[in-house]
């Protein structure tokens, strides 16, 4: 009797311990409800809290070659209700580290933010993620699919609408009414336009196409050229006003 007590209880024991390792392989987790690691009152569906320590969760995988590119994890949220799909994914793309956000609305997959572990870059936009770039360089790209120029630290492709824009500036075009500054004379101005199609100390038009306009540069060449017709019209006055007392002695 002892010999079938044990084996019966051995058997009840191997069955609890089966039924223990396919629950482990299912669903370990109360089908409603919330779950507690560390917790006996979860506040969430899964609720993680160490006192004293860091609360961590750890996804493992393991594929190999590990220089191949793959992804190495992901989390995901669903939408049952409209078929929508939200991932953090971590991948290895052209040998690049990278963390990616991105949804599957209708079908259609569109990356929201790219995090580039190798070149620092944190892009965000469509699936191009070529709407905004922030580099490593402290420069900011927005609406352009080309690389930031160097020295540039904010490109737009596009219109920038704003209320205010200030330039700072190391000098102003006010040298133009100093005692030494030498003023060309008009038919000097008429010559250089006839030669060059442009202003003296002016780009041209295909300078302003190639290289653009530095708009705070622009603005002091634009107000040296007004001081500059302004010392004109005064001479001109003077110059009138000379004529003016001469014809009035002739007509005396």
């Known amino acids: 009797m002892k010999k079938l007590a044990y084996i019966f209880s051995a058997f009840i024991l191997v069955g609890f311990l089966f039924s223990v390792s396919v629950q482990a392989q299912t669903n370990i987790f109360p089908t409603t409800g919330n779950a507690g690691i560390g917790t006996i009152t979860p506040g969430?569906?899964?609720?993680?809290?160490?006192?004293?320590?860091?609360?961590?969760?750890?996804?493992?995988?393991s594929v190999t070659p590990q220089s191949a590119d793959r992804a190495v994890g992901f989390f995901r949220m669903i939408n049952s209700a409209n078929s929508e799909t939200y991932n953090i994914a971590f991948?290895?793309?052209g040998g690049v580290f990278q963390c990616l956000q991105s949804a599957n609305v209708g079908g259609?997959?569109?990356?929201?933010?790219?995090?580039?572990?190798?070149?620092?870059?944190?892009?965000f936009g469509g699936n191009g993620l070529t709407d905004v770039?922030?580099?490593?360089?402290?420069?900011?790209?927005?609406?352009?699919?080309?690389a930031i120029p160097a020295g540039v630290k904010l490109a737009v492709n596009g219109k920038v609408n704003c209320k205010e824009v200030e330039v700072t500036m190391t000098g102003w075009s006010d040298f133009v009414f100093n005692n030494d500054y030498k003023l060309r004379s008009l038919y000097d101005v008429e010559n250089f336009i006839a030669q060059n199609k442009h202003l003296p100390d002016v780009p041209s038009a295909s300078e302003v196409i190639s290289n653009g306009s530095n708009l705070g540069a622009m603005d002091a060449v634009?107000?040296?050229?007004?001081?500059?017709?302004?010392?004109?019209?005064?001479?001109?006055?003077?110059?009138?006003?000379?004529l003016k007392a001469r014809i009035n002695n002739l007509e005396k």
């Open 133 to 146: 770039l922030f580099s490593n360089s402290g420069a900011v790209g927005i609406g352009t699919t080309v």
């Open 222 to 242: 634009l107000l040296q050229k007004i001081e500059e017709l302004t010392l004109y019209m005064i001479d001109l006055k003077k110059e009138n006003d000379l």
């Open 44 to 61: 969430f569906p899964l609720h993680v809290k160490l006192a004293g320590s860091t609360a961590s969760l750890v996804a493992e995988s």
């Open 91 to 93: 991948r290895k793309s």
């Open 108 to 123: 259609a997959t569109v990356n929201i933010s790219l995090f580039d572990y190798a070149a620092k870059n944190l892009k």
